[in-house]
Nanobody, 112 residues
Framework: VQLVESGGGLVQAGGSLRLSCAASGSTYSFNPWDWYRQAPGKQRELVASISGGGRPNYADSVKGRFTISRDNTKNAVYLQMNSVKPEDTAVYYC???????WGQGIQVTVSS
């Protein structure tokens, strides 16, 4: 199973971005997913999770601004990022819990 991320880039503070992560080669749906991020010089941190039953959880730093969602028909997970801040700048990684695999990482840069 291969995970492919897309949707990163440069955005101004207060703007929005949508990250996507799709799993190829897997027919199992309703999978639990995570989104992590790692800023320069910092440890990788958990940003959002969605359980197999679809329940989301968020880090306090993004609660109310980010939304995690999943498309079971496409075996994909998304991270809608609204009202972004410069401190959201990081490399973002999706993580497929059910196979223990990481996406390749995608850069998100928020300018002030």
């Amino acid at each position: 199973v291969q995970l492919v991320e897309s949707g990163g880039g440069l955005v101004q503070a207060g703007g929005s971005l949508r990250l996507s992560c799709a799993a190829s080669g897997s027919t199992y749906s309703f999978n639990p997913w995570d989104w992590y991020r790692q800023a320069p010089g910092k440890q990788r941190e958990l940003v959002a999770s969605i359980s197999g039953g679809g329940r989301p959880n968020y880090a306090d730093s993004v609660k109310g601004r980010f939304t995690i969602s999943r498309d079971n028909t496409k075996n994909a997970v998304y991270l809608q990022m609204n009202s972004v801040k410069p401190e959201d700048t990081a490399v973002y990684y999706c993580y497929a819990q059910w196979i223990g695999s990481w996406g390749q990482g995608i850069q998100v840069t928020v300018s002030s």
